[in-house]
Structure formats: C-alpha cells, structure tokens
C-alpha cells in the first residue's frame, strides 16, 4: 500500500485507460460486478491524490484537477454501463447523447465529495422516440452513478442546471438548448456556461455545445444591466447560504471566498468575451485569471493576487472535504489575505456584493 500510494500521482489519459480496462475485464452482462469495480477504482485513486495532498506532494489545483479527471474517467464508463443496461451497447455508435459538466467538474476543480452537476444533450430534433430513448439512457446513468455498491456510491449528481431547471425535460435537445439559452435563459444561467464543458458521448453534440457556449458568451451586453444582475444574483446566494459566523469563515460562499471570486470571472467574460473570444477557450478559475491578465483586464498584480487567493481557499477547502468536515474555518492572517485580494478585486470593478442594511 505504501508503495502504490507512494507512486506516480494519475493523469487523465492514465484514469481513462484504467476503466475502460475495467469495462472489458468485467463479463459484458455483468454491470453490478463492473460498477463495484469502477467504485472500488474510484475510492482507491481519490485515496492516493487525498494522501499526496496530506503529504504536500501535489497543491490543491492539481489535486483538484486529478478529482476532475477521475470523475470524467468514471462517468465514462458508466455511460457506457448505461448504454448496455438499456440496450445500446455499441460504443462505436454515435447516438447524438452528451453529458455536459457544469460547476466543480466543469471548471476541473473537484472536491472529495462534491456531486456532479451535469446537464444531458441529444440531437435527435423533435423526434419524440429519440427523446424518450435518450431520456432513459439519461435516468439509467444517473442511476448508476447513485447506486450503492460494496465499496460505496459512485457520485451525486445535480441536474438542476438543465434547461428550465426541475420544470424542464431531463434530456433537452441541442436545438432547444440553444434556443433557451439564446432567449429565456437568466443571467446567472449564462454565467454557470462559462464553467461548462462537454465530458461524456457524442463528439458531434459535444462540438454543437462549445459552438451554442461560444455564441451565448460571446453576445455584446449591457454593461450596467450585467453588473446590476450579477451582484444581485450574489448577494441573494449570500443570503440563504452563507454560514459565516463572528471568527468562522463560509470558504465557499463567505465575504471573499470561493463564489465572490467565480463570479468575478464569469462577470469579466461576460463582459469581454465579445471583444476578447480568447476568454472563451478556459473553464478552470486559475487559467481564466491568466488568460483576463493576458487581455489586459487583469493587471499583473491583481492576477497574482487572485491566484494566490484561490489557491489558499482551495486548499482549505479540500482539506475540509477530505475530512468531510463542513468548509467553515476560523479566520486567520491567510484566510484574512486572501479574501482581502479577492474584495478589492471585485470592488475595483464594480461588484459589491454585500447586502444593503
């Protein structure tokens, strides 16, 4: 054990390989015996980047990375576990059904035990048959991913993010996305694209979502009208989900944290990526930061400033999770930086997300 953990720490291309070892090790009627497998897989690689992360061998973007990476090799194999439990066991076919990654999976900075947010494509128009076909390959991998297993549950998932959220079919097509998200679609909607990228299934949808992704960010905007939505959609969430008491600190949604600097980013590409397309090509905070100095929307000192912040707060944040403690931390000298780059930051440009008294 010392010496397996001790090892290489994973890579994308390595997590990938190893299930879809899995899914051809395992006899092809035999889906519980592959997903107990796949979980067994899940919980001792999310072990080794947990201990390395202990051992200070790995800093808190890569760990959360490799949890990202993880995630994307696991869902993968259960869409294909998904794909033979309904029936469609071809992985050669390209059916037209893609899983879209949202949030922490999106944005490749995964926690121990974050859920999935994901969001389920097709391109089967209006055909209703294939909306029903898909809509059950949708349920049968969120089901998959749920169930218990000997070694534990693979991931939550949260597809609240869909279109129309809980009123709105599980499986949208890739024209009623783009129409939602062309007319209907809120603000803070439009922001959670900018941490989305395409992870699972068809590689035809998955390039009609970047091309919908790209076209919805990069629309011209007014500039008050955004700034106004963006901070009330904030001070909202502040509201009914900060847990920030006297010294103890919400590392996600406190004065400062996690959230106040994702909305900083998403509001910059929103508000440049008309004129600034490069803003478009990153999902994750730290090459977003890079990418907003690079345009000259960043100085150099503020994209230190932030980067540092996120790394710090990330760090705490895992090391919370990793102990499945609640990420609520006593303020000290770094805590107190770090929220302290991440205020000025959003001030600077506008963003006061703290609720009139």
Known sequence: LDVRAAGAMPTRESLAIECTRMLEAELPDDIEATLHALAEFRQGASFRIGLALLNRRVDALDAARQLAWLAESVLNAALALARRAVGRGDANDDDGF???????????ELGFVSDLDLVFLHAGGND???????ARLAQKLVSLLGTTTPAGRLYEVDVRLRPDGAKGLLVASVGGFADYQRGRAWTWERQALVR?????????????????????????????????????????MRGELDRSRDERFDLKQGEGGLVDLEFLLQYFVLAHAHTRPELLLQCASNELTASLNRCGILSKTQRDALAGAHATLLQRSLDCTLDRRPRVVTMDADIDAARAAIRDACSAHGLFFIAAR
């Open 128 to 134: 209703a048959d294939a909306a029903r076909r898909h």
């Open 196 to 236: 989305a990228r395409g992870i699972a299934g068809s590689p035809a949808t998955l390039v009609h979502f970047d091309a919908i992704r790209a076209e919805v960010l990069a629309q011209s905007r007014d500039a008050v009208a955004l700034r106004n939505d963006v901070i009330a959609m904030r001070v909202r």
């Open 98 to 108: 893609a899983v879209i990654g949202y949030g922490s999976i999106g944005g490749e």
